[in-house]
């Protein structure tokens, strides 16, 4: 079945630590997104692409990067963790740009912070 | 972006139908109405939207005021499975993002 694959599901780092979240698609979709979840918190989002075109939310840490090196992958790259970035973090992909588009999410990664 | 307001958290029994009220008074002539549900430890899905008609899927259904200042998703026949995080949104025709409110926490009673 085509999907949004997240790997790991669970993902442990030490604070300060470099981390990076992985994403990948098999639907083939031109958008895709990262979304930081924290505990009872709805989803927030942190950045997209259109295809390579990269959208940074005004209110995303500089901690916070991504790379889009193809259509399939998307990674999310986490230069210094602090306690407060530990969260379940979805990725979501949409075929095309704009509403009423679906967004189709993965099972999302949740990420401790020792 | 256009708000939404949705209730805190909602009860029903199993086998009954469930309407979930959503208001969204600022919305605008190209505003979408969407709706996601989260399950527990899972990521969203999508599960209905419209712009100004009733529409039905195979999931639920979403009535539409005729102002479209409030919305309402219907599901038919609650089982315990649709026990989730019930998000409404408004999505410009041109905008790409999502952006989640709070929701509404659906129980479900056996």
């Known amino acids: 079945d085509a999907m949004v694959i997240q790997n790991p599901r669970y993902q442990v780092t030490q604070f300060g630590k470099p981390v990076t979240l992985s994403c990948s698609q098999t639907l083939n979709h031109n958008v895709m997104y990262w979304y930081q979840q924290k505990s009872s918190q709805a989803p927030k989002l942190l950045f997209h692409?259109?295809?390579?075109?990269?959208?940074n939310e005004a209110d995303t840490p500089d901690n916070f990067q991504s790379r889009r090196p193809n259509t399939s992958f998307c990674f999310l790259d986490i230069r210094s963790p602090g306690l407060g970035d530990a969260a379940m973090y979805l990725c979501?992909?949409?075929?095309?740009?704009?509403?009423?588009?679906?967004?189709?999410f993965g099972p999302g990664t949740r990420l401790t912070v020792l | 972006d256009a708000k939404t307001t949705q209730p805190n958290s909602m009860e029903s029994n199993e086998e009954e139908p469930v309407h979930l009220p959503c208001n969204h008074s600022?919305?605008?002539?190209?505003?979408?109405i969407h709706w996601y549900r989260q399950l527990p430890s899972q990521g969203p899905e999508y599960v209905i939207h419209g712009l100004t008609s009733n529409v039905n899927n195979r999931m639920a259904s979403l009535a539409i005021a005729e102002d479209r200042k409030s919305s309402t998703l219907i599901l038919h026949r609650a089982t315990l499975r649709d026990a989730a995080v019930y998000y409404c949104?408004?999505?410009?025709?041109?905008?790409?993002?999502?952006?989640f409110g709070k929701g509404t926490r659906l129980h479900i009673l056996p």
């Open positions: 949104i408004l999505r410009d025709v041109g905008d790409d993002k999502i952006i």
């Open positions: 692409y259109y295809d390579k075109d990269f959208n």
């Open positions: 600022t919305i605008s002539g190209t505003d979408y």
């Open positions: 979501a992909t949409s075929a095309r740009r704009g509403s009423p588009n679906e967004q189709f």
